[in-house]
């Protein structure tokens, strides 16, 4: 391999905009240089995505101070401007004030010497260029405004839209209306060209009916969506572009574990109350309305009082099963609960993963003997016959494992079914036990969330454990 020059350097930096900013940024900012976590390189790529035209609308959601406006508006627009000096950008915001803000810092760019070393063809022409709107001597330009400034007459071929609504204004039906509606009737038809023209949306999500929500309601939106939330609650992989490769979470793993911590995220879920905290920091708006579980009746109990209730408890694990580990399945999900009286009923652990069909029964009957398990139910859907008997024969003398149907009742119907149990104050969890996060987060988000696995692994283990009784079916010694 040959030496890496300046020239090589350089070259990667003109590449992509993750690039771009890796390099550019602490030479604009070095006292306070921002770190380059990967996931700004997966909003690298998927704005690159725009660039090679593999899609043409594109929004990346993200929590706050995440560097989301600094990487996907601010660096993005000074890169689309450098490739192509002739293009025309639009970035529209919620606010004058943050209008300004966002144009000097996209002026400071444009005029420090590295970038005017990496893009020497774009400069700005002086005489026509204003506070508000910047020309290049090729004709191409950046104009900054407000979801309430004047767009007739303007076109452009890049609209960048950087958080169109104020988290303040989020109750405010009127105004989340207003922004959709300047979207749907003005902003969208600004493009020089409808077919070709890139819309890029950057925000953190808000509510259900915010922006992104009122643009993705359909299921055949065209939109490509990059949402990056705090904390996952599901496994995913994400595409860095071809130097970095991909990047894969686990549930649990923090988007940005340096500064927005564990303990920092828990301030913000209490300060900020749960439907502001799933929204701007999970990417996952909740709706509260339709919601019918008091999660505040949900009680904890810590891992010395649960171990001093003795070994002779009833363990049950209760399965929602799937039959397929393809990327758009449902998961195999499944709850496993210390039932200790008619009145408690204490969660140990939730699991959810995609796993073929013929390694599902060795996945619980192990996840049985891990938990020493003394009853195993299984939903008993049309795929899962054959699997219960396989199970069955599996942990024969070791765990009752058992069928469960649900006849026909809808998810709604069953969640309800056992409510009381939660109202009643019966239900509780480990305190600390981080598992038990992916199933709040999908009650939640009950009945309009994207996966609701583990809510009904949730519903029928307090369907059986409120009906079960008797001593352990069996223990490992």
Known sequence: MGKITQDHIQALA?????????YLQPRINPTHPIKADWYLDAMG???????????????????????????????????????????????????????RDMALKVE???????????????????????????????????????????MTGIGADWIIIDDPLQAAHV??????????????????????????????????????SDLCGSLTEAKDHVWRVLALPAEFM???????????????????????????TREVLQQRRREMGEAAYQAQYLQHPIFEQDNPVDFTKIKTITQQDYAALGADLIIVQSWDTALTAHESSDYSAVTTWAR???????????????????QLVDKIASHAQAWRSNK?????????????RLVQAKLAGQAQVSGERHNNQSKMDRLEA??????????????????AQILLHQLRRFPHGRHDDCVDSFTQALKVMRKSSGRPYWRIS
């Open 14 to 22: 003109r590449s992509s905009v993750s690039e771009f900013f890796r």
């Open 376 to 388: 195993v139910y299984i939903e008993e859907a049309n795929h899962a016959v054959d699997l219960i």
């Open 234 to 260: 599901e496994e995913q992989s994400f595409d860095l572009g071809p130097l970095r490769g991909w990047h894969s979470v686990k549930v649990g793993d923090l988007l940005a574990p340096d500064h927005l």
């Open 108 to 150: 400071a760019l444009l005029k420090h010497r590295t970038y005017r070393t990496l893009f020497p063809h774009t400069k700005l022409n002086k005489d026509k260029s204003r506070a508000h709107l910047f020309i290049t001597s090729h004709g191409g330009s950046i104009r900054f405004t407000s979801l309430n400034g004047v």
């Open 340 to 358: 200790v009286s008619k009145e408690q009923y204490i969660l140990l652990n939730v699991t959810q993963f995609k796993v073929s069909s013929d």
């Open 171 to 208: 109750r405010s039906e009127a105004r989340s209306d207003a922004v959709v509606q300047v979207f749907r009737e003005s902003l969208s038809t600004r493009l020089n060209n409808p077919t070709s023209g890139k819309i890029l949306l950057v925000q953190q999500r808000l509510s259900p």
């Open 418 to 435: 056992v409510l009381f149990l939660i109202n009643s104050g019966f239900i509780y969890l480990i305190e600390g036990d981080s598992s």
């Open 45 to 99: 790529e998927a704005i690159m995505g725009l660039w090679r035209d593999d899609y043409t609308r594109l929004m990346v959601n993200a929590p706050p101070r995440s560097s989301k406006t600094t990487l996907c508006t601010i660096y993005t627009a000074a890169f689309i401007l450098g490739r192509d000096p002739t293009a025309s950008l639009m970035i529209v915001s919620y606010g004058d004030e943050l209008s």
